[in-house]
């Protein structure tokens, strides 16, 4: 999937709500917040922490607070686009640059300003690290290998992990365990070349 390097671009690729994403825009760069594209979308950051972000729809174009669920919501116009699965994230919706009313955007954007100021933000629930058997027995035979492994971050392990886990046969797992055993003594993480 092809990526935008900047906001025009973007915008080039979604015509039909140009307007209103630039109008968007603009109001958002009348703050002191920082342009930078994030996952090939403008994203408005305040000391690199992600604040807002604007993007185009089938159907309509957005402005999200990425931890829009502690902003007050005065005009009961934030939604939760899905949920059960996105605890702090937040939408407005646009479906023409007429529905844009400059000065209550301007107000939510401040408050997620000043929230992201007073450290409001929904931190990332670690997932639990289940070792499967196959991997707590090479770990236990290997002091090498265990110290190693004792080494990486959470997620580090947890990649590892779920790697040997998901696979179904036997012979599976033992073929992944041997391919990770260089890299985990190594110190890198399975995904480490793809980042």
Not at 148 to 154: C, E, M, N, Q
Not at 167 to 191: F, H, S
Request: charged letters at 35%; hydrophobic letters at 35%.
């Amino acid at each position: 999937m092809k990526m935008a390097k900047t906001p025009e671009e973007y915008f080039s690729w979604n015509e039909e709500y140009r307007p209103l994403l630039e109008k968007l825009r603009s109001i958002l760069l009348s703050t002191e917040l920082e342009e930078k594209m994030k996952w090939g979308i403008p994203t408005y950051c305040w000391k690199n922490k992600n604040v807002a972000g604007i993007g185009a729809f089938k159907s309509y174009a957005g402005l999200w607070f990425f931890n829009g669920v502690f902003l007050k919501d005065p005009a009961n116009i934030l939604i939760n686009a899905q949920e059960g699965k996105t605890k702090g994230l937040r939408q407005w919706r646009f479906e023409s640059v007429d529905d844009i009313d400059e000065k209550l955007v301007l107000e939510y954007i401040r408050e997620a300003i000043q929230n992201q100021k007073d450290g409001k933000e929904i931190k990332p629930e670690k997932k639990p690290l289940i070792i499967p058997d196959e991997l707590k027995e090479a770990l236990a035979s290997d002091s090498h290998l265990s110290e190693a492994f004792d080494s990486l971050t959470h997620s580090c392990k947890r990649e590892y992990a779920e790697h040997i886990a998901e696979a179904k046969r036997l012979e599976t797992k033992q073929k992944r365990l041997d391919k990770i055993k260089p890299m985990i003594l190594d110190k890198v993480g399975l995904n480490d070349k793809y980042k």
